[in-house]
């Protein structure tokens, strides 16, 4: 296993991509914690920083994210899951959380 | 524009996405300085952490990124850059900084 550089607050962030379309869904953060039920599991956990508690994604919506591939970058300090998503990434419905550009509104 | 949350640091994670093959090429931080010169250049630049000092990505090495679009996500704290890629986005070489995954070496 590579040995992952935790931030200050004990945290990493994870780019979540459509492993199928590409498209990038969204980015939240991990703890070691979240990693390890992410990579026992098979199903994608985070860190919630706002309720400050571990969030299985998609266990209440049902849109799970099962991870076929989990890779780290060059320094270590930021992993990319490529997923298979169960349905939507944003809990606004839109299929990834970057569907806006910087001039909207 | 969307109104950016930059974190306590003032900075706000940003992915660099290939505009046509879809690779997820890397993730550095913004400033608010950084994104303005990105907007206003069509190359991006990025916070360097380690140095503590603007940072226009390929400015040594050549390979600068071309802006196609600039994303930003549902709560507004991270942003999705779409690019053309001059040359390979990590400094080892590799196209992607994401050449590893977790469980290599």
Known sequence: MIEIRWN?????P?????ARSGAVL?????????LRLTWET???YFW???RKELWHK??????VQRVREVLIDC????ILLKVDPAGP???TGETSCFYRTLNDE
């Open 89 to 91: 990434a944003c809990h």
């Open 26 to 34: 969204m980015l939240a953060y991990m703890n070691a914690e979240a």
């Open 14 to 18: 994870a780019i979540v991509q459509d």
């Open 48 to 50: 919630s920083r706002s």
């Open 58 to 63: 998609g266990a209440t919506s049902g849109n």
């Open 42 to 44: 098979g199903e994608v």
């Open 75 to 78: 320094d270590a300090d930021t």
């Open 8 to 12: 200050e607050n004990g945290l990493v």
